[in-house]
Nanobody, 127 residues
Framework: QVQLMESGGGSVQAGGSLRLSCAAS????????MGWFRQAPGKAREGVAS????????SYADSVKGRFTISQDSAKNTVYLQMDSLKPEDTAMYYC????????????????????WGQGAQVTVSS
């Protein structure tokens, strides 16, 4: 029904920048919330950022606030995650997620609320 494809991952040195993209295809008009989650080996999956597409309302985890920016290009059904001032602790597999959610739920960054997931993009930050 909804397919998500991440791109833009890679390896950078601490302090560098990367931009991830998540392109949605299929029945995209049923999706009003898109978010980014990440998971490092041996760690639980955690929310990074979300955007409520109807209003452009955004939410961020405290650990990335001020460094990461989520945005959207509604015409392209694409969401971006601009990551600046990257730290080694940002190293993880980053997953794009999407679903039809209430705005308040979208902002909570709870992974179990999302039914559609991308394949993941690896981000590695070296010191």
């Amino acid at each position: 029904q909804v397919q998500l494809m991440e791109s833009g991952g890679g390896s950078v040195q601490a302090g560098g920048s990367l931009r991830l993209s998540c392109a949605a295809s299929g029945v995209t008009w049923t999706v009003n919330c898109m978010g980014w989650f990440r998971q490092a080996p041996g760690k639980a999956r955690e929310g990074v950022a979300s955007i409520y597409r109807e209003t452009d309302s955004t939410s961020y985890a405290d650990s990335v606030k001020g460094r990461f920016t989520i945005s959207q290009d509604s015409a392209k059904n694409t969401v971006y995650l601009q990551m600046d001032s990257l730290k080694p602790e940002d190293t993880a597999m980053y997953y794009c997620a999407a679903d039809l959610l209430l705005g308040a739920t979208c902002g909570r960054l709870v992974d179990t609320a999302f039914d559609h997931w991308g394949q993941g993009a690896q981000v590695t930050v070296s010191s």
